[in-house]
């Protein structure tokens, strides 16, 4: 959002700033990806755990938990990695190293 609110459009009809948000988009998202393996949280949970945690399920939601998966190497480190990426873009938007 935050970087949404720095380089997306006001008017629908300017497809000029579409395209630029959309291409910082991609460059945060592929870092994301590049850092992470992956975008899509149960996907992350294979490789960051070995297994899908349904966290819809209190049982596998429980043992999600009690595994470590919200503590501070768990997801909230995934969160802090996209955070991160995202404060960097920012950063170099208003110093004008991304136009």
Do not use: W
Not at 10 to 19: F, M, P, R, T, V
């Amino acid at each position: 959002m935050g970087v949404g609110c720095l380089v997306g459009r006001e008017k629908l009809e300017d497809i000029a700033q579409y395209n630029k948000a959309m291409d910082i988009a991609t460059k945060i998202y592929d870092e994301f990806r590049k850092k992470i393996g992956h975008s899509i949280c149960a996907e992350i949970h294979k490789i960051r755990y070995g297994k899908v945690y349904r966290l819809s399920i209190p049982e596998e939601r429980k043992a999600f938990h009690d595994m470590g998966g919200h503590s501070r190497k768990g997801c909230p480190e995934v969160c802090g990695v996209a955070a991160k990426i995202a404060a960097e873009i920012i950063l170099d938007i208003r110093e004008g190293k991304i136009k």
